[in-house]
């Protein structure tokens, strides 16, 4: 059993990572990025792409970062910046059509064969507990970052001047305007952090087990029902929907292989019933 949960607990690691950048825009900007996950993906290959061209894996899994930053800030300030408002549907249609074209230029860049990042044995190392039990490095490393990323996002939210700026935009972008504060420069800089997440998710996705560019959708609806089960914008909700997620699919993994998938979306729906606002929704 506890073998079990603590399996369920390094997956929701993983699924952390991929729903904080998800609970940061929505905090934030109240926006819901359909193309959360093949932004994932885009990142996984984009760290590929820097290794092909010759630089160490290990400094192309970081110098995507800054680059993940750029392209966040640049598609907010002169993109979605443009669709915010009280209709929720120009930013989803928006971000459904970037889904597309990432799909679609991922498909033809490196074809549909699914691929991994290379790690140096990092994702075949274990650490002994006991004499029955062993964890993976990596797993083990995709958790504590997924800790580190989400007590950094609720620090800088409440200790920040920059996390001060994103909470008041997300209160009343107009009062925040009468105050001195830029929204859409206030937007584009959530997203630049939300997409340095977002990057990060996807390399460890992609040294974790293969991508392919057709994966976006299903990291997607993981990240979304995190989110969704933890309550919108929290980020220990996100965090506690993720852990949730990834202990019944492992769950369901267990009683079956096909049923883990499944599992995991049963406790979505079953948690939408009893708490639609989820777990730990976000408070004012």
Do not use: C
């Not at 991994?116 to 970052?145: H, K, M, R």
């Amino acid at each position: 059993m506890f073998e079990l949960l603590l399996q369920g607990v390094l997956l929701g690691g993983l699924y952390t990572l991929f729903a904080l950048g998800l609970s940061l825009m929505f905090g934030v900007m109240r926006l819901t990025n359909t193309a959360h996950g093949d932004f994932i993906i885009l990142g996984a290959f984009g760290a590929l792409a820097l290794n092909g061209w010759g630089l160490n894996p290990w400094v192309a899994d970081v110098v995507v970062l800054p680059i993940a930053a750029l392209l966040g800030y640049a598609i907010q300030r002169y993109v979605l910046n443009q669709t915010l408002g009280k209709d929720p549907v120009p930013s989803l249609v928006v971000t459904f059509g970037l889904s597309i074209v990432i799909q679609n230029a991922l498909l033809e860049t490196f074809s549909a064969d699914p691929r991994s990042i290379e790690s140096n044995g990092l994702n075949i190392q274990s650490l002994v507990l006991s004499d029955s039990l062993a964890v993976g490095v990596l797993p083990a490393l995709i958790l504590f970052i997924a800790l580190i990323a989400t007590v950094g996002l609720q620090w800088l939210f409440a200790n920040t001047r920059l996390g001060r700026a994103f909470r008041a935009v997300s209160d009343d972008p107009e009062i925040a305007e009468l105050m001195g504060l830029r929204s859409k420069k206030v937007y584009a800089l959530a997203t630049a952090l939300a997409f340095m997440l977002i990057a990060m998710a996807g390399v460890l996705q992609g040294l974790r087990t293969t991508v392919a560019p057709s994966d976006g959708p299903m990291l997607l609806l993981f990240a979304f029902e995190a989110v969704i089960m933890g309550g919108m914008g929290s980020f220990w909700g996100t965090l506690a929907g993720s852990m949730l997620l990834g202990v019944t699919q492992q769950v369901g993994f267990r009683l079956d292989p096909g049923w883990g998938v499944w599992a995991g979306h049963l406790m979505f729906l079953f948690v939408l019933l009893v708490k639609p606002q989820g777990l730990f929704p976000k408070t004012r």
